[in-house]
């Protein structure tokens, strides 16, 4: 492998694949950084094994080859690197890297760093087999999918016992999207209706679980760039690509749960809080909430809510009266503070609306106004009441 | 090496082979036989072909992905065994546990008896096995030495057992599998390996330099265990041999000074008297076998002028029971010393003792 490349082009390349380089490599080979010169362009790889990055820089290159050097080592080299054209050459599964480092002619770096051989990698497919779709273009942007993830990801489980639940379900089909997180005591799910028949195929649909840590990524990913994403949802993985960027994840095995079964039908009871009341409320009085429970009680008036806390620990008690459009019957139910400020800060709504039932039942909530297509709510499980 | 590579064994190659060919492979197998008789090869190389797919059925044993097995570089398969206890410490981390497992591989000792496979090993490979499989079609879990999980790892294991994610295939590594827990033993199918023949020994010794009666008696005291026959080849029961004969030549002519020092050489450790039993009682075989004019299936082909003078004195048939009394009273957890002195007290006086109860020649002896 011989070849020379703009040293801000590689910088930004291996900064990208960066984060997909685990901090305890389960294997040696992990820690590497796959490098492959091909054609024009220099591809640049790394994997954790859940979760694989692929990005290409162009580089003028006179001899193909693929070669693995330590990661971290590699991209200290690139940042210290003044601005300017680095070669880089493999001889004998070491990688030399030189250039100039200044005008004057006769200022010369010389580098060599020991790699692993290439095979040793794990492979890392460029396209899959599965339901695909383009988001970027007229009908929708991609930045409906960071709206998603962000809406869903942070109700996913963090305990292991049930794996299928460390991740987001996602499901396609040619109506439009679908994501689902929860952890058994709330759930968030969020349905976009767009229409996807050019590029979903009449019956066919898709659903997978994915790990969230790859959906970060792809926030990440895609925060930086607008620009259209091809999406495509693989049997085991599943595959973003993004111009030169690509960001290959694992699937968590499933089934997912059936969670349609727990999502409650008759709520009849309603109440509206404006957002900019509630959350502040919630935030104030879950401060004196007891920190085993977290609970913050509501009482239910008609016209106002009475939030109250006591903190046995503390010794201390808040209460709070927020005004609110109630008309049932008095009613009252305690929530854990936590989970509670998580979901409306997620809602992103001047007006949230609560549907309940009775104060052992779930609830749910959704913003008041949503935008076209879209079907944002969650659900969260009362705390049941204590003194 | 792929399966078929490997010598013996033919008719669990013929199972796994109908496994691989079909793509009905079970989702949890154990490979169980006792030591030295393969199994961390065969397991594996069972491994290397569930997860190749160029070979039909066994694995290419060329492509990166069998590279990859042989290096425990494959991202698709996950291992554990048992370490060694760290005090006061966390458990070992990923890459020490990998590399044990390579050492393991490469011929390593059996771990210590007091080492377990950690519960939190297993959490992380029950973890792995939940993502679904990264270049091969189906994902591997390798446990060697199984006996030896913490039965909360292994209740824990349960999960994946009885609801295995898609894709999964989990293998036990076991020499006793009795020692698994009931509800782990019966989700498994079990791939038992028998001994190695006396040929496959011969021809793997002789590959590592053993010639003439040595190697001949690494083969008969193996008995079916590669392990066992290099140990003999090596020498390490030279020292025991030399006890078993004092003893049972000092026992026939009542030395009670010789049974003194060899007291305490074996010292009080279970585990070398048990080595000595077997090989008291192969001794008596080979004793019996002269007696009875087959002298060419002898055991210990290097002492012949040994077994002929002794075979005089020695009632073998007599003896024989004697010691199977006292490795049945050893396995039922009492006091080597005691178990040694019985069976000295049984040997010198002839016999009479074969007809009394354990307990009470042991009481006997506690006496004494």
């Given at each position: ?6 040293r801000?082009e ?5 900064d990208?694949v ?6 305890k490599?389960a294997?040696?080979v992990l820690a590497?950084?796959?490098l492959e010169?091909?054609g024009?362009?220099?591809?640049l790889a790394a994997?954790?094994l859940?979760?694989?990055i692929?990005?290409e820089?162009p ?7 693929r070669i ?8 200290e080299?690139?940042?210290e690197?003044?601005?300017a054209?680095?070669s880089?050459e ?5 990688l030399?890297l030189?250039g100039r480092l200044?005008?004057?002619d ?12 290439a095979?040793e ?5 460029t ?6 779709l383009t988001?970027?273009?007229d009908?929708a ?11 869903t990801?942070?109700?996913?489980s963090r305990d292991?016992t049930?794996?299928v639940?460390?991740?987001?379900l ?10 689902v997180?929860?952890d058994g005591?709330r759930l968030a799910c969020y349905k976009?209706a767009?229409?996807l028949?050019d590029q ?9 679980i994915?790990?969230?840590?790859a959906?970060s990524?792809?926030v ?6 607008g ?10 993985q599943?595959l973003?690509e ?6 290959l994840?694992r699937?968590i095995?499933?089934?997912y749960v ?6 409650p ?8 809080i404006a ?6 409320a919630?935030r104030?009085?879950s401060?004196l909430?007891s920190?085993?429970?977290r609970?913050?009680?509501?009482k ?18 808040a209460?709070?009266?927020i ?12 929530y854990?503070a936590?989970?509670l400020?998580e ?9 949230i609306r609560?549907e309940?039932e ?6 749910l909530?959704?913003?008041?106004e949503q ?6 709510f ?5 705390l049941?009441p204590?003194? | ?8 064994q033919d008719r669990v190659?013929a199972v ?10 079970p989702?949890?197998?154990l490979?169980?036989?006792?030591e030295g ?23 290419c ?8 097995v042989?290096s425990?570089q494959?991202?698709?398969l996950?291992?554990?065994m048992?370490l060694?206890?760290r005090?006061?410490?966390r458990?070992a981390?990923?890459?020490?546990l990998r ?7 490469a011929g390593?000792a059996?771990p210590?008896s007091n080492?377990?496979?950690?519960v939190?090993h297993l959490?992380q490979?029950q973890k792995?096995?939940s ?5 091969s079609?189906?994902k591997?879990g390798?446990l060697?030495?199984?006996e ?5 790892g292994?209740?824990?294991l ?5 609801e295995?994610?898609?894709?999964v295939?989990l ?12 509800t ?10 028998g ?8 021809r ?7 010639v ?5 008696l690494a083969?008969?005291m193996g ?9 003999v080849?090596a020498?390490?029961?030279d020292?025991m041999?030399?006890l ?6 000092a026992?026939a002519?009542?030395?009670?000074e ?9 010292g009080?450790?279970?585990?070398e ?6 090989i ?8 019996f076998?002269?007696?009875h004019?087959?002298g060419e299936?002898v055991?210990?082909v290097d002492?012949?002028?040994?077994l002929?003078?002794?075979s005089?004195?020695i009632?073998?048939?007599r ?6 009394r006292?490795a049945e009273?050893l396995?039922?957890n009492?006091?080597p ?5 019985d069976l ?7 016999g009479q003792?074969?007809t ?10 506690r006496r004494k």
């Open positions: 492998m011989k070849l020379t490349v703009d801000n590689l910088w930004q390349g291996i990208t960066l984060d997909a380089v685990p901090s490599p294997l040696p590497n950084i796959l010169a091909d024009e362009t220099l591809s994997t954790d859940d979760l694989s692929r990005t820089v580089a003028a290159i006179e001899k193909k080859g693995t050097v330590p990661a971290r080592t590699l991209a080299i690139t940042r690197w003044p601005d054209e680095l880089i493999v001889q004998d599964d070491r030399k030189s200044g005008e004057a006769s200022s010369e770096g010389a580098y060599s760093l020991s790699g692993m051989a095979d990698f794990p492979n890392m497919p396209s899959l087999e599965g339901v695909g988001l970027g273009d009908e942007d991609s930045s409906v999918l960071v709206d998603m993830i962000n809406k990801a942070f109700a996913v292991d049930r794996p639940l460390n991740g987001v996602w499901r396609i089909d040619s109506q439009g999207m679908q994501m997180a929860t005591s976009l767009i229409d028949k979903v195929k009449g019956d066919e649909e898709s659903s997978v994915v790990p969230p840590q959906l990524q792809i990440k990913l895609l925060g930086g760039q620009g259209p994403v091809k999406i495509t949802l693989g049997e085991t599943v973003f993004m111009g030169r960027k690509k960001l994840s699937l095995e499933g089934p059936d969670y349609g079964q727990v999502i039908q008759n709520n009849k009871k309603e109440l509206r957002s900019e009341d509630l959350l502040p919630v104030r009085v401060i909430s920190s085993y429970t609970q913050v009680r509501f239910l008036n008609s016209g106002q809510v009475e939030l109250s806390a006591a903190s046995p620990e503390i010794g201390g008690e209460r709070e009266v005004p609110a459009q109630y008309t049932e019957d008095e009613m009252e139910i305690g854990n936590q989970y400020i979901i409306l800060r997620k809602m992103d709504t001047n007006e609560f309940l009775n104060h052992v039942t779930a609830a909530l959704r913003p008041t935008k076209e297509g879209e079907d944002y969650c659900l969260l499980m009362p049941r204590t003194g | 090496m792929s399966l078929s590579d490997l010598a013996d190659k796994a082979a109908s496994w691989l060919e079909s793509g009905r492979i989702h949890a197998i490979v169980c036989g006792a008789t393969g199994k961390r090869r065969f397991a594996l190389e069972l491994v290397k072909a569930v997860l190749c797919i160029e070979g039909s059925p066994f694995s044993d060329q492509c990166p992905t069998c590279r990859k042989d425990l494959h991202p698709d996950h291992t554990a048992p060694p206890p005090r006061g410490k458990e981390s990923p890459e020490a590399d044990a497992v390579v050492e393991f591989l390593g059996t210590p080492a377990n496979i950690a939190e959490r490979l792995e096995l993502y679904s499989p990264t270049e079609p189906r591997v390798l060697f030495a199984a030896r999980m913490h039965p909360a292994a209740n824990s349960l999960k994946i057992l009885e295995p994610p898609a894709r295939v293998v036990l590594v076991a020499t006793a599998p009795e020692r698994l827990l009931p782990v033993l019966s989700r498994c199918q079990r791939l038992t390996l001994p190695l023949s006396a040929d496959s020994i011969r793997q010794l002789e590959l590592e330099g053993v003439g009666e040595r190697l001949e083969v008969r008995a079916g265990s590669l392990q066992r026959a290099k140990e080849a020498g390490q029961f020292e041999r030399r078993v004969e004092e003893f049972l030549a026992g002519a009542q030395q009670d010789i049974y003194w020092n060899i007291l305490d050489e074996l009080g450790d279970r585990g008297l048990e080595v000595f039993l077997l008291c009682g192969q001794y008596l075989r080979d004793l076998l002269l007696a004019g087959q299936a055991v210990q002492r012949r002028a040994y002929e003078s002794a005089e004195t009632d073998a048939a003896a024989a029971l004697e010691i199977d006292a009273t396995a039922n009492a006091s010393q005691l178990v040694l002195t000295w007290r049984s040997l010198r006086r002839g003792a074969s009394m109860p354990p307990e009470a020649s042991l009481a006997g002896a």
